[in-house]
């Protein structure tokens, strides 16, 4: 009866047109079953013609009703003016029971988020960034150095290629680790790194239970990370900042700020098993983040330029250029954030392939409110305490109404003049907005744009029979994944 009534939500506030739910699933029942990702079949409801020209569209998760927003001016209420309203992603983790995964700033509550979030915004400001980037142009010339000693044409999965590349960036620039997986794929902390960004069946259903029922999750025995992983920060991480405090070295990189934020909880006092938790919990999601959006995006970039030559060759002369200009090895800090078109087919790319295809927030009616907050002047429907909005960012970025042939790449979409305007749109979201917008943004555009200089700066790339034109998402997974391997081949300059 409870089920029942749950899922005639809608029903009973018809002022929100709204698709059927079912009982113990919800909208969620394809995705139960892996045959969807949730952002893709959100994307299927976006799309439905019955919902062309509504802002607002009612869903069901697996036991509750919720929204999903499609008028940009309600987005941008949600993410940014009204923040203070819809602080929150997801409900309460069971942190008892998963003190690591239910404690990463993407999924914890906001007072943890807001202080993690403080405490860690020092490791990208512009001089730290600055500091970075020259650790991670010796990846990105490490990198040539190893494409040089391939043969005239280099087959490859660009999906593994890629996840080397970031690897390495992760490995030295946040942790400190020296790494070469280009010529050790099998060495250990490639395949601990990689563990991170596994969808196993067991995986997604973890996730689903952390995203929408995440008080079940001690019962279900759902943890977000593998216990390797686990393993991994609490042995490899927490020795890796004693060695530090121990020399007295200075990387300006993750663990540097690990050892400050130690030595004054120490001080304070704090339960320091409790706050180590915590801190690995945002150890594991920059590792994650940090390594698999820039792997995934710098590779269907690659797709991208191999697929249209033209697009690649006016690239590849902007990069000509700007290394004749350096009379160097490597492009400096303050000229990679000239190169105009380079940021155009990056942008374009994000768009096309967003990481992240919804995002999450949970209405906060706050103390004192004597109602709920009101969506006039789009809808009369008032949201109640703890009701969940979902923003289809993969549907947005594909819609006709703001994107203009959304299926096809072209990078002319983000001329200089045209890109101030698309990103206060709240129609392009590849990292979020607003104060909950990603921390780690700025260092992943730092290392795609460095790994496709060096790449592309004695090599183009080209599909082969072996790619997959037009390739499939993978079902299981919460971020967009391409499904599958994406061969290409990558070819010396002048050589063929």
């Not at 990702?37 to 802002?55: H, R, S, V």
């Not at 929150?88 to 990463?104: C, K, L, N, T």
């Not at 999965?157 to 996840?163: N, S, T, V």
């Not at 103390?367 to 809808?379: F, N, T, V």
Request: aromatic share 12%; proline share 4%; with cysteine.
């Amino acid at each position: 009866m409870w089920y029942r009534r749950q899922f005639s939500y809608w029903k009973r506030h018809k002022t929100i047109p709204s698709v059927e739910g079912r009982i113990f699933s919800g909208c969620l029942v394809d995705t139960l079953r892996f045959k969807t990702n949730f952002g893709y079949y959100l994307k299927t409801i976006y799309d439905d013609p019955e919902f062309a020209n509504e802002p607002l569209v009612g869903i069901y998760g697996l036991h509750e009703p919720a929204l999903m927003v499609k008028e940009p001016q309600i987005i941008k209420s949600i993410l940014v003016k009204h923040f203070d309203s819809f602080h929150d992603r997801f409900a309460e983790q069971d942190v008892d029971y998963d003190p690591i995964g239910g404690q990463a700033m993407f999924m914890t509550s906001y007072a943890t988020w807001k202080e993690m979030r403080t405490k860690l915004s020092p490791l990208f400001t512009s001089a730290k960034l600055k500091t970075m980037y020259g650790l991670i142009q010796n990846v990105a010339l490490n990198m040539e150095r190893y494409l040089e000693k391939q043969s005239k044409v280099m087959r490859c999965d660009m999906k593994e290629f890629c996840a080397s590349y970031t690897i390495d960036i992760i490995a030295t620039v946040l942790l400190g680790f020296q790494s070469n997986s280009m010529e050790n794929p099998s060495e250990e902390l490639r395949n601990i790194i990689r563990k991170l960004t596994e969808f196993s069946g067991r995986r997604a259903f973890n996730f689903i239970i952390a995203f929408f029922v995440p008080s079940l999750a001690r019962f279900f025995r759902s943890k977000l990370l593998y216990e390797e992983t686990e393993h991994f920060l609490r042995t490899s991480i927490v020795q890796s900042v004693e060695e530090r405090k121990l020399s007295g070295e200075t990387r300006n990189d993750l663990i540097d700020i690990l050892v400050k934020l130690t030595d004054e909880a120490k001080e304070s006092g704090r339960d320091m098993s409790q706050f180590m938790d915590c801190l690995l919990a945002q150890v594991g999601i920059s590792i994650s983040a940090g390594f698999d959006t820039t792997a995934t995006s710098m590779s269907n970039a690659l797709l991208e330029l191999a697929k249209q030559p033209e697009i690649q060759r006016r690239l590849k002369k902007e990069i000509k250029e700007a290394f004749e200009a350096e009379k160097g090895t490597s492009v400096s800090y303050e000229n990679l954030s000239k190169l105009q078109y380079l940021d155009m087919v990056v942008c374009e790319t994000l768009r096309l392939y967003p990481v992240l295809p919804i995002l999450q927030r949970r209405y906060n009616k706050g103390m004192g409110a004597r109602e709920g907050y009101s969506l006039k002047p789009y809808s009369d429907f008032v949201l109640p305490d703890g009701m969940t909005m979902f923003i289809c960012t993969y549907g947005l970025h594909y819609d006709p109404k703001y994107w203009p042939e959304p299926h096809k790449f072209n990078p002319e979409r983000f001329v200089p003049e045209n890109k101030v305007t698309l990103l206060n749109s709240m129609t392009y979201l590849p990292f979020g907005a607003g104060p909950h917008n990603c921390i780690g943004a700025r260092l992943a555009m730092l290392q795609l744009k460095c790994g496709l200089v060096h790449l592309l700066k004695n090599h183009y790339v080209r599909i082969c029979d072996q790619t997959v034109v037009e390739p499939e998402f993978e079902a299981r997974s919460f971020v967009l994944q391409v499904k599958g391997g994406m061969y290409l081949e990558i070819v010396k300059d002048g050589e063929i």
